[in-house]
């Protein structure tokens, strides 16, 4: 997302993990946006005021009552000048002030006036043990609860005491994700959004299956995107090359492995939906019997027969009983006569749209962070697009087919 002319206030309490904010506002400021800096006293332990306003261009808001401040209230003049706050690192302190409504410094009265009126993104970073603590654990649950103010769940690893576990800050380029999250356009707010992911895998028998390439990235980027927009997003998923990351946890995701247990998930959240996107690689064979045991190849044996049965066609199902205010778009992966195929398959399962992408294309396919892709409508209308990384794709193909 392009934060061009955005302006991003940017709020450090006092932990190690505020080493990394410049790095952070740097980042920020390249990708258009315009940023101010609060602190609290105990953060100019860890990064200089100096830094901070080097790479910001502003002065920083540390004390209330210096006497260099821009405005005798800055703690609401910044809030009223900004499109969105992060508050990195979130220490258990202020993060338990915040719950509380206590406002005794120059971060957490700007804090306090910015939590009604604009978009707060919270990162915690903290030991482990204080971010198991019950009275943090409830701390967080309030904010959490709020409106305004997302909170982005710690990443587990080494922590600055020397031991590992859930408390270190997530890093640079996912908090500017969530800023991108909070300043995203909410027009998919209200919709039932589901997408299928990743490939099915059909058991041989205990050790061995039958699948394909797929690595669900594009339908992560999709459902990043319309998570972003405000929807209520569901995942079905077969196998994937990495977990969904779901920094806010606005994703439901249900395994799927099979393509019998894709259909039954996707046949059982399809009445309840506004719009589907069938993005996962569904198996159209599968063994005709599962061996209980380990297939042995036996001596001088030269080959082996398996019997494969068509599996549940979930494109068709859906397309057969879907309502009219639901909307329903398909992929194609073709090697040969692509658009015509595309076409066909649109048609005959009943889709309003089908996107589609050809291996010829370099860059597309499966496993790459690019893609290119037709987007074909039943009312006929046409978009080819350039090569672009997924996250861009899945931005096109909802602004095109749901806003």
Same mark, same amino acid.
């Given at each position: 997302?392009?934060?061009?002319?955005?302006?991003?206030?940017? #709020?450090?309490?006092?932990?190690?993990?505020?080493?990394?904010?410049?790095?952070?506002?740097?980042?920020?400021?390249?990708?258009?946006?315009?940023?101010?800096?609060?602190?609290?006293?105990?953060?100019?332990?860890?990064?200089?005021?100096?830094?901070?306003?080097?790479?910001?261009?502003?002065?920083?808001?540390?004390?209330?009552?210096?006497?260099?401040?821009?405005?005798?209230? !800055?703690?609401?003049?910044?809030?009223?000048?900004?499109?969105?706050?992060?508050?990195?690192?979130?220490?258990?302190?202020?993060?338990?002030?915040?719950?509380?409504?206590?406002?005794?410094?120059?971060?957490?009265?700007?804090?306090?006036?910015?939590?009604?009126?604009?978009?707060?993104?919270?990162?915690?970073?903290?030991?482990?043990?204080?971010?198991?603590?019950?009275?943090?654990?409830?701390?967080?649950?309030?904010?959490?609860?709020?409106?305004?103010?997302?909170?982005?769940?710690?990443?587990?690893?080494?922590?600055?005491?020397?031991?590992?576990?859930?408390?270190?800050?997530?890093?640079?380029?996912?908090?500017? !994700?969530?800023?991108?999250?909070?300043?995203?356009?909410?027009?998919?707010?209200?919709?039932?959004?589901?997408?299928?992911?990743?490939?099915?895998?059909?058991?041989?028998?205990?050790?061995?299956?039958?699948?394909?390439?797929?690595?669900?990235?594009?339908?992560?980027?999709?459902?990043?995107?319309?998570?972003?927009? #405000?929807?209520?997003?569901?995942?079905?998923?077969?196998?994937?090359?990495?977990?969904?990351?779901?920094?806010?946890?606005?994703?439901?995701?249900?395994?799927?492995?099979?393509?019998?247990?894709?259909?039954?998930?996707?046949?059982?959240?399809?009445?309840?939906?506004?719009?589907?996107?069938?993005?996962?690689?569904?198996?159209?064979?599968?063994?005709?019997?599962?061996?209980?045991?380990?297939?042995?190849?036996?001596?001088?044996?030269?080959?082996?027969?398996?019997?494969?049965?068509?599996?549940?066609?979930?494109?068709?199902?859906? #397309?057969?009983?879907?309502?009219?205010?639901?909307?329903?778009?398909?992929?194609?992966?073709?090697?040969?006569?692509?658009?015509?195929?595309?076409?066909?398959?649109?048609?005959?399962?009943?889709?309003?749209?089908?996107?589609?992408?050809?291996?010829?294309?370099?860059?597309?396919?499966?496993?790459?962070?690019?893609?290119?892709?037709?987007?074909?409508?039943?009312?006929?209308?046409?978009?080819?697009?350039?090569?672009?990384?997924?996250?861009?794709?899945?931005?096109?193909?909802?602004?095109?087919?749901?806003?």
């Amino acid at each position: 997302m392009n934060l061009q002319g955005k302006h991003i206030l940017v #709020g450090i309490s006092g932990g190690i993990a505020a080493y990394k904010i410049p790095e952070l506002i740097r980042s920020l400021v390249k990708a258009g946006a315009e940023v101010r800096v609060t602190t609290s006293r105990n953060a100019l332990q860890f990064v200089t005021e100096t830094t901070l306003q080097t790479l910001s261009g502003s002065r920083v808001y540390s004390d209330v009552f210096a006497a260099i401040n821009e405005h005798a209230t !800055e703690h609401i003049s910044l809030p009223e000048w900004c499109d969105a706050m992060i508050v990195a690192p979130a220490t258990a302190n202020v993060i338990a002030k915040m719950a509380a409504g206590i406002a005794d410094d120059a971060l957490t009265t700007t804090i306090c006036s910015c939590a009604a009126r604009k978009p707060i993104l919270v990162a915690p970073a903290m030991n482990d043990k204080m971010w198991e603590n019950p009275a943090t654990q409830h701390a967080i649950e309030t904010i959490r609860g709020w409106q305004q103010v997302r909170v982005i769940e710690p990443a587990e690893g080494p922590l600055a005491c020397g031991t590992s576990g859930k408390g270190r800050m997530p890093e640079v380029e996912l908090l500017q !994700e969530g800023i991108e999250y909070l300043l995203a356009p909410q027009d998919l707010a209200g919709q039932k959004i589901m997408i299928t992911a990743g490939g099915t895998q059909e058991q041989i028998d205990p050790v061995r299956f039958i699948s394909n390439y797929s690595t669900g990235k594009m339908a992560f980027a999709l459902a990043h995107e319309c998570a972003r927009r #405000g929807a209520e997003v569901t995942v079905i998923q077969g196998a994937v090359s990495a977990p969904l990351y779901n920094p806010f946890g606005a994703i439901r995701c249900i395994e799927a492995l099979s393509a019998q247990a894709m259909y039954e998930a996707a046949m059982a959240v399809w009445p309840e939906t506004d719009k589907a996107i069938l993005c996962a690689a569904v198996a159209d064979f599968a063994p005709e019997q599962r061996a209980g045991e380990k297939i042995k190849k036996e001596p001088g044996q030269t080959e082996l027969t398996l019997r494969l049965r068509t599996t549940p066609d979930i494109a068709r199902a859906m #397309g057969e009983s879907k309502k009219p205010h639901q909307r329903l778009v398909g992929f194609a992966l073709e090697t040969q006569h692509e658009k015509e195929n595309a076409l066909r398959k649109m048609e005959r399962k009943n889709l309003d749209a089908i996107v589609l992408n050809s291996l010829r294309d370099e860059g597309a396919g499966f496993g790459t962070d690019t893609n290119r892709v037709t987007i074909l409508q039943a009312d006929g209308k046409e978009a080819e697009l350039p090569l672009l990384s997924k996250a861009d794709v899945a931005a096109r193909i909802i602004q095109q087919l749901f806003i």
